[in-house]
Antibody
């Protein structure tokens, strides 16, 4: 069974940083692209970033480009999202999602339960 | 940038009735379209991929159709557990991988 468990969320001040992690199990991690998708409270889904199986292809939403960095450690079956220069509009649930293939352009077959990031002074 | 537009924003349906949800892409995505269901307090769940293929374990009352820029999700006979928000997502062009704004299916 695929399991994706996010951690690292919490309350942080504007301009500060947070690092999210996603521990994956139940599948061969380095056979799939991985993604971060967020959802502001009461709002819709927004793709944040995706990374191919070997980290060779990475993409970001314009709203986070230059501030967020996605990474993966295939030896540890873990996905990361380094979030710098946080803004109030980054407040959201952040979901880790598994792609359906090695390439980033993929659907999201499985989702974690999400971790809440709140940016407020 | 690809824009995905869902309609209606809210759909009021009685249990047992048919629900038809629409998703339009600003440019062709071929058949690279997925539908997700999200219930309150839960993560989204993949329902349909490749425009018309049900994901594993999804009941046959859910069906998807369309290609190019126009897509439809149909729930043939709404059950109580189907009242939720539904999102479409294209994965043909990136970045970004874009979602529609969602359709809330509520009890009439």
């Amino acid at each position: 069974e695929v399991q994706l468990v996010e951690s690292g969320g919490g309350l942080e001040q504007p301009g500060r940083s947070l690092r999210l992690s996603c521990a994956a199990s139940g599948f061969t991690f380095d056979d799939y692209a991985m993604h971060w998708v967020r959802q502001a409270p009461g709002k819709g889904l927004e793709w944040v970033s995706g990374i191919s199986w070997n980290s060779g292809s990475i993409g970001y939403a314009d709203s986070v480009k230059g501030r967020f960095t996605i990474a993966r450690d295939n030896a540890k079956n873990t996905l990361y999202l380094q979030m710098n220069s946080l803004r109030a509009e980054d407040t959201a649930f952040y979901y880790c999602a598994k792609g359906n293939r090695i390439a980033v352009a993929s659907r999201f077959d499985s989702w974690g339960q999400g971790t809440l990031v709140t940016v407020s002074s | 940038e690809m824009v995905m537009t869902q309609s209606p924003a809210t759909l009021s349906v009685s249990p047992g009735e048919r629900a038809t949800l629409s998703c339009r892409a600003s440019q062709s995505v071929g058949s690279n379209l997925a539908w997700y269901q999200q219930k309150p307090g839960q993560a989204p769940r993949l329902l349909i991929h490749s425009a018309s293929t049900r994901a594993t374990g999804i009941p046959a009352r859910f069906s998807g159709s369309g290609s190019g820029t126009e897509f439809t999700l149909t729930i043939s006979s709404l059950q109580s557990e189907d009242f939720a928000v539904y999102y479409c997502q294209q994965y043909n062009n990136w970045p970004p991988l874009s979602f529609g704004g969602g359709t809330k299916v509520e009890i009439k």
